[in-house]
């Protein structure tokens, strides 16, 4: 096996997830003849790790989430462009979040986005001028998802989710010019009342319907944007977790604008990404709520699926059919008067699954996992950023074929 030495750059994150995620995917790396090395931009010496690095070697392709590192410059231009070295990153957030890291060009920079959602806003309104593709929900192996049978577990109900505060967001509009205000307004609330279409399409038909357009002053565009999902988000989130505590719930998450003195849910507060493999193994139940797209499969339904345990989550209908052979999948509609009554449905149809033969469901969970782990895996990852590199080097190599001159 080829021997194929490669950087992982990381940043900063939330309970270090990115981290934790760029380091399973230089671990399995290895196992295809790829050394990562890791360098993480939070760090005070990541400048003199990357230079001593480049001045040893050239590496085969640079790897990140989130576009970190993407847009480290030399003097004149972009560092991976000015040495021709592929640099490939997968894209979690829509382009409207930080849009600065979405907005790098160059012949050897390649956006793999987690959701057609963000793929379609960066071509269609950032202009993208990179390869952009989209590539699937991913998660790795739960390494303790066999150590506490299912109906051994001592956690029921969790949710492993923080929160903001919605009405401090909506309180922020109001430094917004009333015009602005009012797009984001309309917006929020046709997002919230079931949405059909992606957030980005959404606010530009609600620029319409004020009899505006936006031209080439994207950033009005961007921060409509950011307003509108945070606020749909939040809410979402918030309604989800009014759920949980009605249930007794556990919620590992920060929370402080909640009043918790009456609930009989437990807050456990945040929990380092590296223990939640551990903190799924215990779990039964699984809660989510998805970001505010409508073509991705969120991490937390996959955690649930290699955690053999069950999943239940808002659903779209890409979500729906992406996922119609787990059984132990469970969608809600968020933004339904009937929320609670579907959970509280699909709770109550786990339990009696729970007091049935355990030899049947465990085997059920088993065999869902086991679909999860080899259709989700960190594995073609790995291979999707391999051919991407290799595109990259054909192209170095198609001089004949070259439009720019």
């Known amino acids: 096996m080829a021997n194929i030495s490669a950087i992982a750059l990381v940043g900063q ?129 739960n390494p303790l998802a066999d150590e506490t049978p299912w109906h051994d577990r001592d956690l029921e109900i969790v949710y492993v989710k923080s929160g903001v505060d ?58 409509a944007c950011a307003a509108v999902d945070s606020y749909v988000r939040a809410v979402r989130a918030e ?15 920060d929370w402080p604008h909640i009043d918790k003195v009456n609930t009989q849910a437990r807050f456990h507060g945040k929990i380092p990404a590296e223990k939640l493999d551990q903190l799924y193994s215990r779990s039964r139940i699984l809660i989510n709520v998805l970001p505010c797209t409508l073509n991705y499969v969120h991490e937390r339904i996959l955690a649930a699926l290699v955690s053999q345990a069950f999943s239940i989550s808002d659903g779209t209908a890409f979500v729906t059919k992406a996922l119609r052979n787990y059984p132990n999948f469970k969608s809600v509609s968020i933004d339904s008067p009937t929320l609670a009554n579907e959970l509280d449905r699909h709770i109550s149809e786990i339990r009696k699954l729970g007091s049935g033969h355990k030899n049947e469901l465990q085997s059920m969970l088993r065999q869902s996992r086991l679909r999860a782990e080899n259709e989700f895996s960190v594995d073609r990852l790995i291979g999707e950023i391999l051919e991407l590199a290799a595109m990259c080097q054909l192209e170095r190599n198609s001089s004949s074929w070259s439009f720019r001159r």
């Not at 995917?25 to 993480?40: F, P, Q």
């Not at 409207?96 to 160059?106: D, R, S, V």
């Open 166 to 223: 919605s009405e401090a967001l909506r309180a922020a509009w109001t430094a917004f010019p009333s015009k602005l205000r009012g797009v984001i307004e309309d917006a929020s609330a046709v997002a919230l009342a079931g949405q059909q279409k992606t957030i980005g399409q959404i606010v530009i038909d609600s620029f319409a319907a004020c009899s505006m357009y936006f031209g080439q002053n994207r950033t009005l565009l961007l921060r």
């Open 239 to 253: 309604r989800m977790l009014r759920e949980v505590m009605r249930h007794g719930g556990h919620v590992f998450g």
């Open 13 to 141: 994150s939330d309970n270090e997830i990115l981290t934790w995620a760029t380091s399973v995917v230089a671990n399995r790396a290895k196992l295809y003849g790829v050394s990562m090395t890791l360098i993480d931009l939070a760090k005070e010496d990541w400048h003199t790790k990357l230079s001593t690095y480049l001045e040893s070697g050239r590496p085969s392709f640079c790897f990140s989430f989130q576009g970190f590192g993407m847009g480290l410059r030399t003097e004149a231009d972009n560092l991976w462009t000015s040495l021709n070295i592929p640099f490939i990153s997968l894209m979690g957030d829509a382009p409207f979040y930080a849009p600065y890291l979405h907005a790098n060009e160059g012949p050897t920079l390649f956006h793999l986005y987690k959701s057609e959602d963000f793929r379609q806003f960066y071509c269609d309104i950032m202009g993208g001028k990179n390869f952009s593709s989209v590539f699937g929900g991913l998660y790795p192996p």
